[in-house]
């Protein structure tokens, strides 16, 4: 699991990099990723003899489908709202890639975290005055970072800090 650990950090690496200098997220790398984490998550269950292991890989790619479903229309209903696009297909893509690899536990923490730190970054650089009203930033670091950390601390930590910050 440190080498499937390495190949997701490496692929968010990547997806970061991609998307500070483009604002876009690498269609390969996104179904690359995707396709990874589905095929990990099946190995691993099968190497450690899970009874049920196909439950596990459904787990994910229920949380693959249903997260790239739920960040796709609420990118679709801001746009609506507001007039203009407030997140792009790339973080829809990129919240699939968190389902498959970190299934449907962890993915109910990782829209929170990331947008509670994409808005604390957004509120810094507007008191800085580094960031004008409206302005468009990257949101794959703060999503790829909560997904890294997932995978590495595990959703229970996550819901503990949750809980001891926000009293969630």
Known sequence: MILAGLVLGNLLLLL???????????????????????????????????????????DHIIAASGSYSAMNGLSNFSSYLSGRCCLGLGDAKLAAIGGAWIGTQGIFVEPEVAFISGGLFSLIGRILFLLRPQQAFPFVPFIASVIWSVWVFGNNWWIQQLDRVLGI
């Open 16 to 58: 970061i990099c991609f998307d500070v200098n483009y604002f876009l997220a690498s269609e390969s790398l996104c179904l690359i990723g995707l396709v990874l984490g589905l095929s990990i998550t099946r190995i691993n269950a099968t190497l450690n003899n899970l009874d049920q292991s196909y439950l596990l890989f459904l």
